[in-house]
């Protein structure tokens, strides 16, 4: 069974661009997470999407948001970049919702690069 | 609001010896806790985890232990190798809710 996979693996933008990344979970995964990981903050969580919906949001700003297809895949934009959006972003896929009996599992991360 | 507080890194020890990495949490009710090990150049991978009070997480030879009144879910394992050195973050997931909230992570060398 393949794993989550993220495209692309490396950006480079400039800031004030936007950028959009890409997440397909594992086949028959409909939950989807996305996190934000840099040294300084660590892992952060941004947003889950269950079957087309978010359901739970992190404290990140208005540029930054997400949709989920109904084929499970998910994407998530970065609008107006600065500086500080330079990250590793991962996303992670479960079966069902409920950490306790679900595993979450994770992508290999896209590295955003803000010039 | 809910929180992890690990010890912070790096942590170097040789092959063999005994490994501790100290995890404390915040959280109201009874979250479910995790370890997540993120080898060099790869995604994040759940190394264990205990979803309530007293039970012991284990997975290749690591356990930690759900204490609710300590809030702790320290790492263990008792003869690490060359191959377990990676980053180790401990995580909460609080009651009712599938967002993962992560500790700061431990950066873990293992010397031969």
């Known amino acids: 069974k393949a794993g989550v996979t993220q495209t692309p693996r490396y950006l480079i933008k400039t800031r004030g661009q936007q950028v959009t990344l890409s997440c397909s979970p594992i086949s028959g995964h409909r939950s989807v997470s996305w996190y934000q990981q840099t040294p300084g903050q660590g892992l952060q969580f941004l947003f889950e999407?269950?079957?087309?919906?978010?359901?739970n949001k992190g404290n990140f700003p208005g540029r930054f948001s997400g949709r989920q297809f109904s084929n499970s895949r998910s994407e998530m934009n970065v609008s107006t970049l600065e500086l500080g959006d330079s990250a590793l972003y991962l996303c992670a896929s479960s079966s069902g919702l409920g950490l306790s009996y679900n595993e979450q599992f994770f992508g290999p991360g896209t590295r955003l690069t803000v010039l | 609001g809910d929180s992890v507080t690990q010890m912070e890194g790096p942590v170097t020890l040789s092959e063999e010896a005994f490994l501790t990495i100290n995890c404390t949490y915040t959280a109201t009710g009874y979250p479910s806790l995790f370890w997540y090990v993120q080898y060099p150049g790869e995604g994040l991978q759940l190394l264990l985890k205990a979803t309530k009070a007293d039970d012991k997480g284990s997975n290749k030879g690591f356990e930690a232990t759900y204490r609710k009144e300590t809030t702790s879910f320290h790492l263990e394992k008792g003869s690490v190798q060359v191959s377990d050195s990676a980053v180790y973050f401990c995580?909460?997931?609080?009651?009712?809710?599938?967002?993962?909230?992560f500790g700061k992570g431990t950066r873990l060398h293992i010397l031969p």
């Open positions: 999407y269950f079957s087309e919906t978010q359901r």
């Open positions: 995580a909460l997931s609080p009651a009712g809710d599938d967002k993962i909230i």
